[in-house]
């Protein structure tokens, strides 16, 4: 068993992973910014930490994340703003990171999107150019940490039932879409896969069994 800790834990795909990480028998702490959803994060099976990483500096989410064995950084400020951006999905993932390192938290999951990275290709005047920026930022510092690391990178999310299987960059993905049940379960299956360790991992929905497909 392993205790793992959420960021973003009230997202989509963050209460589908806590669900599947507590079944399986893992001790799960979602971090969430509204207490209000604490009974959503109790019926995942998960233990709900009011911890507003987006204010916090990297000291308090060390303190918040200690005595963990791993961190799901799954936050996102969900686009439309982008100062709102860059602080959640740039700054404070990149606390989280800073965070990990000094509490001895060394294995560590980042949610980012298929095809992210310095050279994106998003025009400055899209609206998704902030995201592309901040994650292209955020990849990066966790890749150049020494934290035990993977980046999970779905193409667009989908609210389809999972068919747990994936095809994955490598396998001929184009970022097409994937359901958000089958993200979930790739992060899931990341965390006990060492395999996965300093890999970006950009997929689709494809017919690959995902723990095949991490090999």
Not at 7 to 34: F, M, P
Not at 73 to 97: E, L, Q, S
């Amino acid at each position: 068993m392993s205790r793992i800790a959420i960021v973003g834990g009230h997202g989509k795909i963050a209460l589908k992973l806590a669900k599947l990480l507590t079944e399986s028998g893992h001790e799960v702490s979602s971090l969430i910014r509204n207490p209000d959803q604490t009974p959503d994060i109790e019926q995942a099976g998960a233990t709900a930490v009011v911890a507003d990483v987006e204010n916090q500096t990297t000291e308090q989410i060390a303190g918040t994340i200690a005595e963990h064995d791993a961190v799901v950084f799954a936050a996102g400020a969900g686009g439309g703003n982008p100062d709102r951006t860059y602080a959640v999905d740039r700054d404070a993932a990149i606390r989280t990171v800073d965070a990990a390192q000094s509490a001895g938290v060394s294995r560590f999951l980042l949610v980012s999107y298929f095809g992210a990275g310095p050279d994106h290709g998003v025009a400055p005047d899209n609206s998704f150019y902030a995201y592309a920026e901040a994650k292209a930022e955020a990849d990066q510092h966790l890749k150049n940490s020494d934290l035990d690391w993977t980046i999970v990178a779905p193409s667009s999310l989908t609210d389809d039932a999972g068919t747990g299987s994936i095809r994955t960059k490598e396998q001929g993905a184009t970022g097409e879409s994937v359901s958000r049940d089958d993200v979930a379960a790739v992060l899931a299956a990341a965390l006990d896969t060492p395999s996965t360790s300093r890999r970006m991992i950009e997929f689709d929905q494809g017919d690959t069994p995902i723990a095949d497909a991490l090999a």
